[in-house]
């Protein structure tokens, strides 16, 4: 009688033994999920930050093209403010020598 009821006694044990490891595979599952699901997330925002960083490449050097202009018309807007000066003072000395 003793066998028979250490028996059943192993039966159940072995029956909760296996109901907890299909628990834990089934979180395992589950966690594995969850990890790749993030490895997805960390590769979309690699690309993300890469794009950026191209982005503001193109951006910093169009700016600096833009600077560059923007002197060269300064520039030119000096010489042409200067030499019309030089001019408007050679007419007028021209106009009163005559």
């Known amino acids: 009688m003793k066998d028979?009821?250490?028996g059943d006694s192993a039966k159940a044990v072995l029956k909760l033994t296996?109901?907890?490891?299909?628990?834990?595979?089934?979180k395992s599952v589950y966690k594995d999920s969850?990890?790749?699901k993030q490895l997805i997330k960390i590769d979309n925002l690699s690309g993300i930050i890469s794009d950026e960083r191209t982005k503001y490449g193109i951006l910093e050097d169009h700016t600096k093209k833009l600077e560059t202009s923007l002197k060269v018309q300064k520039l030119k807007n000096k010489?042409?403010?200067?030499s019309g000066g030089i001019l408007v003072l050679v007419l007028g000395v021209l106009s009163i020598v005559k």
């Open 4 to 6: 028979l009821l250490s």
């Open 18 to 26: 296996e109901e907890h490891l299909n628990e834990c595979e089934i």
């Open 34 to 36: 969850i990890i790749n």
């Open 79 to 82: 010489w042409t403010f200067v």
